[in-house]
């Protein structure tokens, strides 16, 4: 089932923070986090493991409640090069594939 | 250089006919995958695989199949069955998939299939 995200898009101004959050119906496991840049392919950023703990990118970094089955991507500073669609993959129980959201397109401006 | 290989680039076909997607990694790793990208809507799974000559189907498989005979490669066919064909198509691989651990997956450079 797929997973929410939230905003669908965010405009920054370059050195301006910014949160993308990932809600599931289901129970999870893991988070997956990619980035895609217009007409790539999406990059891995992180993995949020189940009683894991916060990870961190760079001034890129992320949390993972498993309680409200959400995880939550925080951008910080962002620069120029933050820009992309940000998608997030859940695993639930099932295991065997990821189940990604929609996406959020994040524009980072001068 | 490690890495996913996808094509062509571009595809154009008529409505009606097959066409094959490729898609192969020297990774050597032992998951697959296909996804569908249609603006808006995310990465939609069509097919994956966890090992050779085993595969499953995604969420969105009709109108779709995959073959898996050799670890490195995991080509998609897109029949005429499929309603809807024009997208850009995603193969991804990753070492294994989330049930055994936790990898990440690896992306090739997409296929972009336009069906007239």
């Known amino acids: 089932q797929q997973p929410v995200q939230s905003p669908q898009a965010v405009i920054l101004r370059e050195g301006e923070d910014a949160v993308i959050n990932c809600s599931s119906s289901?129970?999870?496991?893991?988070v997956h986090w990619y980035r895609q840049k217009h007409g790539e392919a999406p990059v891995f950023l992180m993995i949020?493991?189940?009683?894991?703990e916060q990870k961190g990118h760079d001034k890129i970094s992320a949390s993972f409640n498993e309680k409200k089955q959400q995880s939550s991507l925080y951008l910080t500073a962002s620069q120029l090069s933050y820009s992309g669609t940000y998608f997030c993959?859940?695993?639930?129980?099932?295991?065997?594939?990821?189940?990604f959201g929609k996406g959020t397109s994040l524009l980072v401006t001068p | 250089d490690g890495g996913i290989t996808q094509s062509p680039k571009y595809l154009f076909r008529k409505e009606g006919q097959n066409v094959t997607l490729s898609c192969e990694q020297n990774l050597n790793h032992d998951a697959m995958y296909w996804y569908r990208q249609d603006p808006g809507q995310g990465l939609r799974l069509i097919y994956y695989?966890?090992?050779?000559?085993?595969?499953q189907k995604g969420d969105i498989a009709e109108g779709y199949s995959v073959s898996r005979e050799k670890k490195e490669s995991f080509p998609l066919t897109v029949t005429s069955a499929q309603k809807n064909p024009t997208a850009f198509y995603l193969c991804?691989?990753?070492?294994?998939?989330?049930?055994?651990?936790?990898?990440?997956?690896?992306f090739g450079p997409g296929t972009r299939l336009t069906v007239t």
């Open positions: 991804a691989s990753s070492d294994g998939t989330p049930h055994q651990g936790y990898y990440e997956q690896y």
């Open positions: 289901k129970a999870l496991y893991s």
């Open positions: 949020l493991l189940k009683g894991g």
């Open positions: 695989s966890q090992i050779v000559n085993d595969f």
């Open positions: 993959g859940t695993e639930s129980n099932s295991g065997y594939a990821l189940n």
